[in-house]
Nanobody
Framework: QVQLVESGGGLVQAGASLRLSCAAS????????VGWFRQTPGKEREFVAA????????YYSDSVKGRFAISRDNAKNTVYLQMNSLKPEDTAIYYC?????????????????WGQGTQVTVSS
């Protein structure tokens, strides 16, 4: 099992930036990729971005492409999500998750381990 802890959420105004961190521990050798998802009340969890650990491949949803950037620090077992030009519709709880897969990383079902989430609120 991989344990994941998110941090970096907060309340910001539209147009501002935030950087989320996802620190992984435990059986990290089983993790091939880390994804970020977000969820608002009454809605399903939505894919945001994903990155593979070894060969760097990155994936983004259309809604964040060009504004968000995902990166990883293998030495620290940490994945980052740099969020720029934030919009009120980006408001959500953001979760990171670990997958042993290399494909289908936009699907929540591809991930076995999840963090507890961090709240991001963007005011207009």
């Amino acid at each position: 099992q991989v344990q994941l802890v998110e941090s970096g959420g907060g309340l910001v105004q539209a147009g501002a930036s935030l950087r989320l961190s996802c620190a992984a521990s435990g059986h990290t050798f089983r993790s091939n990729a880390v994804g970020w998802f977000r969820q608002t009340p009454g809605k399903e969890r939505e894919f945001v971005a994903a990155i593979t650990w070894r060969i760097v491949n990155t994936y983004y949803s259309d809604s964040v492409k060009g504004r968000f950037a995902i990166s990883r620090d293998n030495a620290k077992n940490t994945v980052y999500l740099q969020m720029n030009s934030l919009k009120p519709e980006d408001t959500a709880i953001y979760y990171c998750a670990s997958s042993d897969r290399f494909t289908s990383l936009a699907l929540a079902t591809a991930y076995a381990d999840w963090g507890q989430g961090t709240q991001v609120t963007v005011s207009s």
